[in-house]
């Protein structure tokens, strides 16, 4: 048995270990609220441990009557169990290929338990269906879209959220490196690695179907054209994320891949 | 007083307790391979045959119907007959049964991953075995409604009441939700239609698990645990309210399975509170067991046997306790499908109903085979491997849907998704999937010791196949209705006790059900809204015979993070010609609801022949063999035909050129991918998929509401 509890604790370092790279994902806020669960459950074990702590270094009153007495009364209200010791006057006189039925009374709790989520649900009917027009899910969506939109607007009348009228194409280093990581993980299978195109139109040539320069490419990968096949990206990716895939297949232009897509669409001019 | 000479037929139970370790082997060993192939798609050898999304399923049924099915048989002939003082009824029907429902078995094990499926979850037997199954399961019952009527014990134990339960609830269940049109010998379509085909779905789905994985082991556990605890069960009074309680509002919390779909409201919040108020009727099993062991509690920690029990109930607890909570529609949103669900239903089928089959069947084999068990230290370490195994099933994968559904839903400071591309939030959770499969991979150990330790016991000891026994006869003696006692008048009719709880049983599923199939308002019709083409029919149908919806969900919920990820969410009146609904329940890859013009055809094409093609890393399976395999043309006429006589508007007389329209259709496909570089024959499955999937959601595209 000792060995089982070893290996419980190993496999449990190993959860511990896993569940470290899964918070790492995890962002500010999430973490902020396992920060404060934490705490709370932290307080309630050293609550409950001073309490054993007190409840068994009373030495006059070795079974703790002093302090577990109030415990033990709430148990008993809420239990109402026969002692064992009583069991027979309990004991119901018929038996079923030797199995007897002892006639205990429902718990107190228990039925607190069963008649209170009766009540609680029929306050959320009433609640919900007969003082509220029922429409429960469409309200919440509503209510979050709008909210949603309300950040969107003040988003961009602070600048914060750039659009296709707004973007310039960027040259230095990090956001190009920024560019290329976005293009390999989300682009790359459909224009190939380098951008000589597959299944989409190789992006390295002076060819453009829907359009050059950085405005036009943005807004491509903005709404996407999807009678072509070419998917929208504006709920996937953020403004800045699509100016930098922008700015990184501008600054593709000339790099004449190995297997380059024949040119598509029509020469570009500035 | 004069007694009666009779035995007890062992043979049937012997029967049944082989084919439980037999089949829960086998259904385990299932799920270990597609647990594995959800890290390493490549396990299924590129036989198209154990494809994830065809096993799955086989899985599924094998561990509910012929693990647990068979486990339930052998319990209930084995107590039924004691408790009764009756041999079964007919040893021809035990033996008919035995055999039918192995023949049912292998049925299943055959036509699953051949492809031949309904979609529809736990039901996905396709029509002729489903008529097998409604004989056999008949035959059970006549059986058991004889032995209890012959019986010579004046009451139905409480394990009775459950039986009986059982029985005329799952035949409701199993009648209603197959209810499906023949288009050949071995396809079919449901009568009912998207909002009211989950409807009817899930008020099943939820109540197999109800009154096949929860009432008979209820009724199990209160025959063999104070059997193996030897003390008297706790209050009988508590059971009686329990049991009542528990058959009336299981029924009504199906639609808890459809929170946030396209369901009415008035329906979920039905599911919701009902499954609220389902916690103390269920805990009441949980108390009776568990106190039933007062006094017995210092044998637990010697006798594996308790201790698997123990677990078991106590497992039950746990589960029927998250049952509720994850029925709160705030909890709900974030739990539904991701894998929270799967493992919550594994802590009740491993859990529940694993530990209590081994507890039982330690207690059983022995004593049939009158002898000690063979070895007691292996059973205990088959109790630490399984718990071990249950831990590690369940953690990493509460982990992983909790991770996962964050992930689904986070913005960034700017109202963008974090994680946009779906594939990211899979493949941060395959450690977890790694973690779990060692999880089930240590079960099915379990199951392999006590096999071996199972067998030993049974050579060692020698068969009881007629066990001799003696009681009084059954006398008659008139008795009235007095208040106070009115259960025990009524434990001496079987017929009329199986009649109130048809009764209680029914309330819930028709208040639910009629509303939704008749009244109007419940699925406002969409103008836009067209049939299926005969092509993407057929696409259709090979999205159901892969199975695709084992992963795939096609139901947008009413979240932002939803709609701007796959758009508009789902309409109940887009579904109306969805014969059966695909709405899913669990997704391991994105929804599909709006894929429809989302990808090129020639993106879908090489997807479908290697999605790492596109998706590098995807779990998805490659299928190949769509591009190879001929379009099945000569069943879209009666497929039309029979669709048509659903209710769905295909005009008369439109089967006999809908093959027209149905090549028209799919050389266009075939032209746009060639112009594309690819050169695809256009009766290639492949290309009706395809024309499927385009279509899937491009109804309301123009914004109607």
Redesign the interface.
């Known amino acids: 048995m000792k060995s089982n509890k070893i290996l419980l604790m190993i496999f449990s370092l190993i959860f511990f270990f896993f569940e470290q790279t899964n918070l790492l994902a995890a962002n500010e806020e999430t973490l902020d609220k396992v920060m404060k669960t934490m705490l709370v459950v932290t307080l309630v074990v050293i609550a409950f441990v001073l309490w054993l702590a007190v409840v068994y270094s009373e030495k006059n009153d070795s079974e703790g009557k002093t302090f577990k007495a109030p415990l033990a009364a709430f148990k008993k209200y809420l239990t109402r169990t026969t002692p064992i010791e009583k069991e027979q006057e309990i004991l119901l006189h018929h038996d079923y290929d030797g199995i007897q039925e002892l006639d205990n009374r429902i718990p107190p709790w228990f039925s607190i338990l069963f008649y209170g989520t009766i009540i609680w649900g029929a306050i959320y009917l009433l609640n919900y269906h007969v003082f509220d027009d029922g429409q429960v899910q469409t309200k919440e969506y509503n209510l979050e879209v709008h909210q949603a939109a309300l950040e969107r607007e003040f988003l961009i009348k602070t600048g914060a959220f750039l659009n296709e009228e707004t973007v310039t194409a960027l040259s230095d280093a990090a956001v190009l490196s920024e560019g290329k990581d976005i293009f390999i993980k989300n682009c790359a299978s459909c224009h190939g690695q380098s951008g000589e195109g597959l299944v989409g139109p190789n992006l390295t040539d002076d060819f453009w179907i829907h359009g050059g320069g950085v405005k036009n490419i943005f807004k491509t990968i903005k709404y996407g054209v999807p009678q072509k096949g070419m998917i929208s990206w504006q709920t996937q990716l953020d403004p800045k994320k699509m100016q930098a895939a922008a700015s990184f297949i501008l600054s593709l232009y000339g790099t004449n891949p190995p297997n380059g897509k024949q040119p598509e669409g029509e020469k570009w001019k500035e | 007083m004069q007694v009666e000479k009779f035995s007890y037929d062992n043979q049937v139970v012997k029967q049944f307790a082989i084919a439980t370790v037999l089949w829960g082997a086998v259904g385990m060993l299932v799920g270990l391979i597609i647990a594995v192939q959800l890290y390493l798609p490549e396990l299924n050898l590129g036989i198209q045959y154990l494809t994830f999304g065809r096993i799955r399923p086989l899985h599924t049924n094998a561990v509910i119907f012929a693990f647990v099915g068979n486990m339930i048989f052998g319990g209930v002939y084995y107590?039924l007959q004691?408790?009764c003082?009756a041999r079964m009824f007919s040893d021809f029907l035990s033996q008919f049964h035995f055999w039918g429902w192995q023949l049912i078995i292998v049925l299943a094990a055959v036509t699953l991953p051949l492809g031949f499926t309904t979609g529809k979850e736990y039901a996905e037997l396709e029509f002729p075995v489903d008529l097998l199954i409604a004989v056999v399961w008949l035959s059970f019952g006549a059986n058991m409604i004889g032995t209890i009527i012959k019986r010579r014990?004046k009451?139905m134990?409480?394990a009775v009441w459950f039986y009986i339960a059982t029985f005329v609830t799952v035949t409701i269940l199993h009648v209603v939700n197959s209810i499906e049109v023949p288009v050949s010998f071995l396809k079919s379509y449901p009568v009912y239609a998207g909002v009211q085909d989950a409807l009817t779905q899930w008020w099943y789905g939820h109540n197999a698990v109800a009154f096949f994985l929860t009432t008979p082991y209820l009724g199990l556990m209160y025959?063999f645990l104070?059997?193996a605890a030897n003390r008297?069960?706790?209050?009988?009074?508590?059971?009686i309210?329990h049991f009542w309680?528990l058959i009336f509002i299981y029924i009504w919390a199906g639609p808890h399975h459809l929170l946030?779909t396209a369901l009415p409201?008035?329906a979920?919040?039905?599911g919701?509170?009902?499954s609220?108020?389902l916690?103390?009727?269920s805990?009441?099993g949980m108390?009776n067991g568990l106190?039933t062991l007062?006094?017995a509690w210092d044998r637990v920690r010697d006798n594996p046997i308790l201790k698997f029990m123990v677990v078991a109930v106590t497992a039950y607890g746990m589960s029927t306790f998250e049952g509720p909570m994850l029925s709160l529609?705030n909890v709900n949103a974030i739990s539904h499908f991701t894998d929270w669900t799967i493992a919550h239903a594994h802590v009740g089928a491993l859990g529940w109903n694993g530990m209590l089959t081994f507890g039982v069947l330690y207690w059983l084999v022995p004593k049939m085979w009158d002898t000690q068990l063979y070895s007691k230290k292996l059973a205990n370490l088959h109790f630490?491997i399984s718990t071990?195994g249950i831990?590690?099933y369940a953690?990493?994968l509460y982990?992983a849907g909790i991770?996962q559904s964050?992930?689904w839903k986070?913005f960034?400071p700017?109202?963008?998704?974090?994680y946009?591309?779906f594939l990211e939030t899979v493949l941060?959770?395959i450690?977890?999937y790694i973690?779990r499969s060692i999880g089930g991979f240590l079960f099915l150990c379990g199951i392999l010791l006590s096999a071996y330790n199972l067998i030993k016991t049974a050579r060692q000891g020698s068969f009881i196949k007629n066990e001799e026994a003696e009681a009084a006869p059954y006398k008659n003696e008139k008795d009235q209705i007095k208040r106070g006692l009115i259960h025990r008048w009524l434990e001496k009719r079987p017929v009329q006790f199986a009649l109130l709880s048809t009764v209680v049983v029914l309330i819930g599923g028709l208040v639910e059900l009629i509303p939704t199939y008749l009244v109007k308002s419940n699925i406002p019709t969409i103008a836009s809204v067209k049939p299926y083409t005969p092509l993407e029919l057929q696409g259709r149908d090979i999205y159901i015979r892969e199975g695709c919806n084992t992963c795939h969900s096609q139901l947008v919920r009413?979240?932002?993070s939803e709609?701007?990820?796959y758009g508009e969410?789902s309409k109940a009146g887009e579904f109306v010609y969805d014969h059966p609904f695909l709405w899913g329940s669990k997704r391991t890859g994105p929804d599909l609801h709006r894929v429809g013009?989302?990808?090129?055809?020639?993106?879908h094409y090489?997807h479908m022949e290697d999605p790492r093609?596109?998706?590098?890393g995807s779990i998805m399976p490659p299928y190949p063999w769509l591009l190879t395999q001929v379009l099945d043309t000569t069943t879209t006429q009666a497929k039309i035909s029979v669709m048509r006589s659903l209710g769905v508007p295909y005009e008369k007389g439109y089967e006999n050129f809908a093959n027209e329209d149905l090549e028209n259709q799919a050389n266009k496909i075939a032209d746009d991918l060639l112009n594309?570089g690819i050169p695809a024959e256009s009766n290639a499955e492949i290309i009706a998929l395809i024309a499927y999937l385009q279509r899937l959601g491009t109804d309301i595209k123009g914004g109607a509401k």
């Open positions: 107590s004691r408790v003082k014990e009451h134990y409480v025959y104070p059997k008297p069960v706790y209050s009988y009074r508590l059971s309210l309680a946030y409201d008035w979920q919040s039905l919701t509170v009902f609220i108020m916690l103390a009727p805990w009441g108390l106190l007062r006094g529609k630490w071990l831990v590690f953690v990493p982990w991770t964050l992930m986070q960034t700017l109202g963008i998704l974090q946009p591309n941060q959770i450690p977890m973690l009413p979240f932002r709609t701007e990820r969410y013009g989302k990808y090129s055809n020639l993106w090489l093609q596109m998706s590098p594309n």
